[in-house]
């Protein structure tokens, strides 16, 4: 049989049957190949589109702090820098709103809290109220756009605040909620509790001795159909309240005739204070004829307990200069560079306290200790010490423009003039960094 099947077999007939079964074996191999580069296309797409997504959702979110970031710089500057970016208006202006966007595509219709009732601003360098849309940011590489607005209670409401559940200290007479077309009031940070003067709190009305509005920021930021939302709140350090010219929470001691202690505020815009000011019961004994003009015009003792130490402790770490050592002459800070200044007077630096003379400073002086003034120290601004504050006026004499503040006794030697001034006092908290109050994922959406 073997014999006859090769006999009926043509000529070549076993290569072709050879080759055709190697030609169906190619094809299903180039199938499988096919279908394995077709799976190792599909994922790796499916990879790219992820890490794309993923990229542009880190990026959106950096894009968004980075927002953040500026809105709260800029809002910090003074209202004559052409930077500035909060609310120009003086007395500030409940309706105020302002946008910095870098992203050019970015619209009103991209702001769901946007209202034609807010001022607007698109603040740039000559303008702080141009309402022309325009990119406005000093950032050119990232997409974002921020609106910063005054926060009222309407958004404490939104965040959760109730009469039994307060977020702030409502002192307005009316507890009642509120709408985004009725917002209410502003909600102010500083010393405004009448129950604890010198504890910080959020409240409304104008109650408080020092304070500054809260400011709510909402940045979106933008990287290809991914976009970010984040929500701040922040304000600027009110600073210690000011009770008179020389505050102190024990006894004040003087000795001849040369102090002069003004209340009266030497650039106009506060109310005048005492030119003394002393925690009860702490005593007021002032020998010779020192000059105490102010309102009323001799020193007073009052209840407000002002938390020195905790104001130290908020500023050390934003200190621009540290001091270790005593010294004898220097410069620190300038009228257009205002610094904080730190020493800590406990060991190893300066036991025994800080001595300053022929010093002159711009800014806050905040020691944590004993602190005493040499002749030619001057300093426009706030000097601010933990412990006991000792003015050795002689030479050259002492010069405070701003306000001074010690936690134990002060004693004052020789020639000391202590002015109030709220416009130094002012410029000196604004080189203090902002207060940020709440940080807070809004929402995001993601492209596909």
Excluded at 70 to 76: M, N, P
Excluded at 87 to 107: E, F, K, L, R
Excluded at 111 to 135: I, R
Excluded at 234 to 244: H, V
Aim: net charge negative.
């Amino acid at each position: 049989m073997k014999s006859m099947k090769k006999r009926l077999m043509p000529p070549g007939a076993q290569g072709v049957r050879d080759r055709g079964v190697v030609l169906v074996v190619g094809l299903m191999f180039i199938m499988v190949l096919a279908a394995v580069g077709s799976v190792a296309y599909i994922t790796t797409s499916g990879d790219l589109l992820v890490s794309r997504n993923y990229r542009q959702h880190n990026e959106a979110i950096n894009f968004a702090e980075a927002g953040l970031a500026e809105a709260k710089a800029r809002a910090q500057l003074a209202r004559t820098e052409g930077l500035y970016a909060g609310d120009p208006a003086q007395p500030i202006n409940p309706n105020w709103t302002a946008y910095i966007v870098s992203d050019s595509s970015w619209s009103f219709s991209d702001d769901p809290g946007y209202s034609a009732s807010y001022t607007n601003y698109f603040p740039v360098p000559g303008n702080h109220t141009s309402t022309a849309l325009t990119t406005n940011s000093l950032e050119g590489d990232m997409q974002y756009a921020v609106r910063i607005r005054h926060k009222r209670e309407f958004d404490a409401e939104q965040a959760g605040h109730s009469p039994s559940k307060p977020h702030y200290l409502d002192m307005d007479g009316n507890t009642g909620t509120h709408t985004a077309a009725s917002p209410g009031n502003i909600i102010y940070f500083g010393y405004g509790n009448p129950a604890n003067p010198g504890q910080l709190t959020q409240f409304t009305t104008n109650a408080g001795t020092s304070f500054k509005p809260v400011q709510r920021a909402v940045s979106w930021g933008r990287s290809g159909n991914s976009v970010y939302e984040l929500e701040m709140e922040f304000a600027a350090f009110p600073g210690p309240p000011i009770l008179g010219a020389i505050y102190a929470k024990a006894d004040v001691t003087g000795n001849g005739s040369s102090l002069i202690a003004d209340g009266r505020d030497q650039c106009g815009m506060d109310n005048d204070k005492p030119p003394i000011y002393t925690l009860n019961p702490a005593i007021t004994n002032l020998n010779g004829n020192p000059s105490t003009p102010g309102n009323p015009p001799y020193p007073v003792t009052g209840p407000d307990n002002i938390d020195i130490a905790g104001y130290v402790a908020s500023l050390r770490n934003e200190a621009d200069i540290v001091l270790t050592a005593d010294q004898n002459n220097g410069v620190y800070g300038s009228p257009t560079n205002y610094v904080v200044v730190y020493s800590n007077t406990s060991n190893p630096y300066n036991v025994g306290g800080l001595r300053l003379n022929n010093v002159t400073g711009y800014g806050i002086l905040i020691v944590d200790g004993d602190l005493t003034l040499g002749g030619g120290f001057r300093w426009y601004g706030l000097v601010i010490a933990t412990g006991t504050m000792v003015f050795n006026g002689g030479g050259q004499g002492i010069n405070i423009a701003g306000a001074t503040l010690a936690n134990q006794t002060v004693d004052i030697n020789g020639g000391v003039e202590v002015y109030y001034n709220s416009c130094e006092v002012q410029r000196a908290v604004s080189s203090a960094a902002m207060r940020v109050i709440l940080w807070r994922d809004v929402n995001l959406s993601l492209g596909n």
